[in-house]
């Protein structure tokens, strides 16, 4: 099972100006280059930005501490932008507040406060559950599989399966890309959870919905999801001792 991770993204071609400029210039180094980026995204902060750059900006330094391993300086940063901007309505600050939520419970999580990851995430849930924009309904669906991740860590499988379930049923007509992968990682964590629990057989229903969505997916990190849920399905089966089966399975995977 996985915790996913909101990135950073650009300001709008709208903002100009310093701080957008180096923003945009730090983004480019964030993955590659973390400890690069994070001088600049500093002084992107310090050559007063609007609103909407600075949220971004913030976002950005929280995400890069996480890469360098500073997560307790990761968890103030998400401190000091709720205390800035919780109350922006300004979509585009909104959007950062949501993905920030997302990224503070994976934090708590990393630092061994699931409990506390999981009350986050729901705050996040219920300010954003019913939002229309794409960008704070995938913060919505990433909340909910990152949910069910640490319920199971904390034990509580059930709760889990029933979370997964949760973004199965309010994304499973989406066409957009992100929203597609994620009830894709959904499927498959809820299939292995069943599997954690003994039941077998409702593990291979799971991965038959999943491979049923993504069987005719073209692009490479769908078709990497429909791989992983050929090859759990064929684990499932070998635990319920339908073995012919199984093989037909693998013979797919070749």
Same mark, same amino acid.
């Given at each position: 099972r996985r915790q996913e991770i909101s990135a950073p993204t650009s300001p ?15 983004e480019g180094l964030i993955e590659q280059k973390p400890e690069s980026a ?33 997560? =307790? #300086?990761?968890?103030? /940063?998400?401190? !000091?932008?709720?205390? &800035? *901007?919780? $109350? @922006?309505?300004?979509?585009?600050? %909104? +959007? ?8 503070k419970g994976a934090c708590l999580n990393t630092l061994g406060r699931t =409990? #506390?990851?999981?009350? /986050?995430?729901? !705050?996040?849930?219920? &300010? *954003?559950? $019913? @939002?229309?924009?794409?960008?704070? %309904? +995938? ?18 499988? =059930? ?6 379930? !949760?973004?199965?049923? &309010? *994304? ?40 049923? &969505? ?41």
């Open positions: 709008s071609a709208a903002s100009d100006g310093l701080s957008a400029g180096l923003l945009r210039h730090a994070l001088p600049i995204i500093e002084a992107s902060l310090m050559a007063a930005p609007p609103n909407d750059v600075a949220a971004k900006a913030l976002f950005a330094r929280a995400y890069v501490l996480r890469a360098l391993g500073r997560a =307790e #300086e990761e968890l103030t /940063v998400y401190g !000091e932008l709720a205390a &800035r *901007f919780d $109350d @922006a309505t300004d979509l585009s600050i %909104r +959007e950062t507040i949501a993905k920030s939520l997302v990224n =409990e #506390e990851g999981v009350t /986050v995430i729901d !705050e996040m849930l219920a &300010r *954003f559950s $019913d @939002a229309s924009e794409l960008a704070l %309904r +995938e913060s919505v669906a990433t909340g909910l599989l990152n949910k069910g991740n640490q319920l199971g860590k904390l034990g509580r499988d =059930e709760d889990a399966v029933a979370t997964y379930e !949760e973004l199965e049923v &309010r *994304f499973n007509g989406s066409i957009e890309l992100p929203l597609q992968k994620l009830v894709g990682y959904a499927l498959f964590n809820k299939g292995f959870t069943l599997d954690r629990l003994g039941r077998n057989g409702d593990a291979v229903i799971a991965y038959d919905t999943l491979l049923a &969505r993504l069987g005719g997916a073209s692009e490479l990190v769908l078709r990497e999801v429909f791989a992983g849920g050929l090859l759990a399905k064929g684990q499932s089966l070998d635990m319920l001792g339908r073995f012919e089966e199984e093989i037909a399975v693998y013979n797919n995977l070749v």
